[in-house]
């Protein structure tokens, strides 16, 4: 099971930490994506982190604002998200993978919404004034 939380109601430029604890299972062996997905739009990939050499990817939209981490010890993943933009707006979801890939492949799927086992129920994100 996955479970994030974290989210809130932020002015844009804020910030937000959001947190995906795992319990069941243990998270070390998994990769993690964060997605998102705003209304009437389909739930994209915004970052995600090997669970082999901590290789990340990030989505142009937020690059150099969202930063993923882990810390296995904690069985919990992280999203920091700053300089919030209105059209960060939606719920994010926390995903883990089993598999793993090294190198380019590792980016090409850790995007993919069927290739992960494991979803959270999600935590809504609104940037507004």
């Known amino acids: 099971q996955l479970v994030e939380s974290g989210g809130g109601l932020v002015q844009p430029g804020g910030s937000l930490r959001l947190s995906c604890a795992a319990s069941?299972?243990?998270?070390?062996?998994?990769?993690i994506g964060w997605f998102r997905q705003a209304p009437g739009k389909e739930r994209e990939a915004v970052s995600c982190?090997?669970?082999?050499?901590?290789?990340?990817y990030y989505a142009d939209s937020v690059k150099g604002r969202f930063t993923i981490s882990r810390d296995n010890a904690k069985n919990t993943a992280y999203l920091q998200i700053n300089s919030l933009k209105p059209e960060d707006t939606g719920i994010y979801y926390c995903?883990?993978?089993?598999?793993?890939?090294?190198?380019?492949?590792?980016?090409?799927?850790?995007?993919?919404?069927?290739?992960?086992?494991?979803w959270g129920q999600g935590t809504q994100v609104t940037v507004s004034s």
């Open positions: 995903a883990a993978d089993e598999r793993d890939y090294l190198g380019p492949m590792f980016s090409r799927m850790c995007k993919l919404v069927e290739e992960y086992d494991y």
């Open positions: 069941g299972f243990m998270l070390d062996y998994y990769a």
């Open positions: 982190i090997s669970s082999s050499d901590g290789t990340t």
